[in-house]
């Protein structure tokens, strides 16, 4: 039977980690963005050895991951979409690495949940390095005040920065000033790069960059 789902997945992934490899030294992690995918799909790409994936919302990220986690000890599960106070306890108890804290409230509400949920995941703070009104995102100017009350303050264990750049503007000096802030805050992580422009993040020094459409196919 000619496996029409996993060879071609594999594939796509083979090269687009051959690409990140070609773009940087080391090359950044590949965050597969599994979010609206069927099973089908991720039990594949799951098959060929991805194991770190993205999910924007956490009630699908329980529907795809509770049950695969058990089945899969080493996943590395990140949250890279908004995330409201109230489901602060759920996505604790799911996610390894949360990227999109961007308020002191939810910096807040994370503290407490890990308090009670007695997980630690590791947290970016997304940045909104276009400051546009309607998106996420700390602005560059108030970043160091964020980062005071969510390491200070809460303890939380903040490893990088992650940014969604404008769609209607060129991404490279979105993801310069990101890599410029990063460093002035003495942090390492840089979730940047999608599936329009992830080998010009993996240039400009990302260390993870999140992949939908490129790795799995139109959503
Ligand atoms: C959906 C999503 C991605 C992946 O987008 P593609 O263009 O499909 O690669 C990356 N980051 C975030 C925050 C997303 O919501």
């Not at 106070?85 to 799911?94: G, H, I, Y």
């Not at 961007?102 to 308090?115: F, N, Q, T, V």
């Amino acid at each position: 039977m000619t496996d029409t789902v996993s060879i071609p997945l594999a594939k796509r992934r083979d090269a687009i980690l051959a690409e990140l490899a070609q773009a940087a030294s080391p090359p950044p992690c590949l965050v597969a963005v599994s979010k609206t995918q069927h099973d089908e799909k991720i039990d594949a790409i799951l098959a060929a050895g991805q194991r770190v994936f993205g999910e924007n919302r956490v009630q699908e990220a329980q529907a795809h991951w509770t049950e695969r986690r058990r089945q899969y000890p080493d996943l590395e599960l990140r949250l890279i979409g908004p995330l409201q106070t109230n489901k602060a306890d759920d996505a604790v108890a799911l996610f390894d690495v949360i990227e999109t804290v961007d308020r002191e409230k939810l910096a807040r509400a994370l503290a407490k949940a890990i308090a009670k949920v007695g997980r630690t995941p590791r947290i970016f703070i997304q940045v909104n390095t276009g400051e546009e009104p309607q998106k996420a995102g700390v602005t560059p100017d108030g970043l160091e005040a964020l980062l005071k009350v969510a390491v200070e303050e809460c303890g939380l264990d903040v490893q990088g920065l992650m940014c969604i750049p404008p769609v209607d503007e060129p991404a490279g000096p979105h993801f310069a000033l990101l890599a410029k802030l990063a460093r002035r805050q003495g942090l390492r992580g840089l979730s940047m790069g999608m599936s329009g422009d992830y080998t010009l993040a993996a240039q400009f020094g990302a260390t993870h960059v999140r992949i939908g459409t490129a790795l799995f196919g139109a959503r």
